[in-house]
């Protein structure tokens, strides 16, 4: 049954995960990257940030180590692609599974470590009246995260170096001409990415799942895939600025994260069919453009016979 | 000044596919010289302004631009001080950004980019009155994506970034060749003008050999990855399309016929 409470639920891991989702829409729609080393930096952010909370260190320096982990995991990506011309998804593949044996280590070999300190979430919950729901904590908690990084994001695409990023995503060859170094810029893009994602495992971590996991990357690319679709989908226009196109796809997280909820409570299916059906979902929104040409080319050739046809009677 | 010395260069070396296409090119640009330059398909030209800008490396040879040799110098660090106009419309400007975004790009081309707000209105004034001079209608669209413009006024506006900035030498690579003749005319136009004005040393790689005629203080022909010709100041303004052509048969020891490539239009 669908109740109030897994709206709510849904709707603050939707806040949450949309940072990642942040995160995947600038490498993948800013400078047109497929990113598969989001798969690797988000269990590094969590098993960073958990590893030093449980050590005692404090949950905002935790979840800055695990921004700067991040940063570096997505200049490792950068590197291998503009120094070694390595291709995008492989050089983030290569980042990837090297982060798998790196966060084991992290984690001293361990494949859950639980949160047992102070976290951001007991913080937070502390400024709020004693029986408020852990989901309002978690709502309020992201989308604070979400306005922040919305608003520091739309002022840093507007600046220069945002700008030579875009025009670097965009045509690289014209941003060569006009002098923008695009291998610093693709590397810069994919620091600035793998930051949040890796910031996003920290807050799911803390909020979500109460440890850090190392199987927690799987299927993340297809997640932030799957909420930037619907996101655009539903209210992305042409014409709306940086800052709407990124709340856009903040609300594309919460709806994805809003339907899988309802679709749980479907008694036939099981949790473990959600990646199947989000792949599917990605699949055939990137499918749909393709195939609407070919109808539209086919329909022209089609009237053109006709014409030709109505022509020689 | 721009002084070539021995440019050569291979592509594929040691396989089947070995391709001698820059030959031992040497030549010397003067400050301001208008330099068009003809030849068949595959002759080199393309090669040769593209080593020159740093997007292909050379084999052998040296690059002296204005006093200093920048033929080992990164392609991006070169795009400071040439500007660069190509054959297609679609590659000079970023189709989803403004118009005004791609301007202040290529005005910021001299410096590194910094964490100021590239969208003020700052330079708008200085914008309006250069896209005025295209007289396409483009300055009051400041706000409009360069995806959203025709071919010629791309290009119109590629031209305008290659220059927006005084480059110390301009690259024009058959860049009306994929207009229509009205546009192409428009566009041609516009650069000679602006050259003039600006008084750009330039080299204008062109597959018509009107517009080479008409065009410019000189004029160089390659074949084969060699310059075959270089004439300049009277002598070129006197030339003649078949005389052009019967030069090109004499240097080049082929019949022009078999190179249709050369006729233009
Ligand atoms: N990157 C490349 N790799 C291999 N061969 C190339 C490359 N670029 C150009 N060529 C070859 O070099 C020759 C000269 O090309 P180009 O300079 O483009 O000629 P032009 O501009 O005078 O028509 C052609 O035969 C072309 O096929
Ligand atoms: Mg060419």
């Known amino acids: ?313 | 000044m721009l002084k070539l010395k021995n440019l050569s260069k291979t592509f594929n070396p040691g396989t089947v596919n070995e391709k001698l296409v820059l030959d031992n090119v040497s030549l010397l640009v003067n400050e301001g010289d208008f330099v068009s330059v003809i030849g068949s398909n595959g002759a080199g030209k393309s090669t040769l302004l593209n080593a020159i800008a740093g997007s292909v490396d050379l084999d052998a040879g040296s690059i002296e631009l204005n006093g200093r040799e920048i033929s080992q110098m990164p392609d991006v660090t070169r795009a400071r001080f040439i500007g660069r106009v190509f054959q297609d419309p679609m590659m000079g400007t970023a189709p989803g950004m403004w118009i005004k975004e791609n301007l202040s790009l290529a005005y910021r081309r001299t410096k590194r980019p910094t964490l100021r707000w590239a969208l003020s209105s700052d330079d708008d004034e200085m914008y309006i009155e250069k896209l005025e001079k295209l007289g396409l209608g483009l300055e009051g669209r400041l706000k409009t994506k360069v995806g959203l413009l025709s071919g010629g006024q791309r290009q119109a506006l590629t031209l305008l970034m290659a220059t927006i900035q005084q480059p110390e030498l301009l690259l024009l690579d058959e860049h009306t060749a994929a207009l229509d003749p009205k546009t192409a005319k428009t566009v041609l136009e516009l650069s000679a003008d602006i050259i003039e004005k600006n008084n750009l040393t330039t080299l204008m790689v062109t597959h018509n050999m009107r517009n080479a005629i008409d065009y410019g203080n000189r004029l160089i022909m390659m074949h084969e990855g060699r310059i075959i010709l270089d004439i300049e100041g009277e002598e070129k303004r006197r030339l003649s399309v078949a005389a052009l052509m019967e030069m090109f048969e004499r240097s080049s020891g082929e019949d022009f016929a078999s190179d249709s490539a050369l006729l233009g239009k």
């Open chain 1, 1 to 313: 049954m669908i109740t109030a409470a897994t709206i709510q639920s849904a709707i603050a891991q939707g806040l949450l995960w949309a940072v990642l989702t942040l995160g995947v829409y600038l490498t993948y729609r800013v400078l047109g990257f497929s990113d598969l080393g989001c798969e690797g930096s988000f269990p590094l952010g969590a098993a960073v940030s958990v590893v030093l909370m449980n050590g005692g260190v404090h949950p905002l320096l935790a979840a800055a180590a695990a921004m700067l982990c991040g940063a570096i995991a997505g200049a490792i990506t950068g590197v291998l692609h503009t120094v070694f011309k390595i291709p995008d998804i492989l050089a983030g593949i290569l980042t990837m599974i090297s982060l798998y044996s790196i966060n084991i280590r992290i984690m001293s070999g361990k494949a859950t470590v639980t949160i047992a300190s102070d976290t951001l979430k007991s913080i937070v919950g502390g400024l709020f009246p004693q029986n408020t729901s852990s989901y309002i904590v978690s709502i309020v908690t992201g989308a604070i995260f979400c306005l922040i990084i919305v608003g520091v994001l739309y002022y840093y695409f507007g600046t220069e170096v945002g700008c030579s990023i875009r025009a670097t995503g965009d045509n690289a060859k014209m941003a060569r001409a006009v002098g923008v170094n695009t291998d610093m810029m693709i590397v810069l893009c994919l620091v600035i990415s793998n930051s949040m994602i890796a910031l996003a495992g920290n807050l799911i971590a803390q909020f979500d799942y109460g440890s850090a996991l190392v199987n927690m990357g799987q299927g993340t690319i297809v997640i932030g895939l799957a909420s930037i679709i619907i996101g655009e989908v539903l209210f992305v226009r042409d014409e709306m600025n940086f800052a709407l196109k990124m709340f856009s796809v903040v609300a594309g997280a919460v709806i994805y994260r809003i339907v899988i909820a309802c679709a749980l409570t479907l008694p036939w299916l099981k949790a473990t069919d959600l990646k199947l059906i989000t792949a599917v979902t990605v699949a055939i929104a990137l499918a749909l453009p393709v195939v609407k040409q070919k109808m539209a080319l086919r329909a022209k050739r089609r009237a053109a016979l006709k014409e030709a046809g109505n022509a020689e009677a």
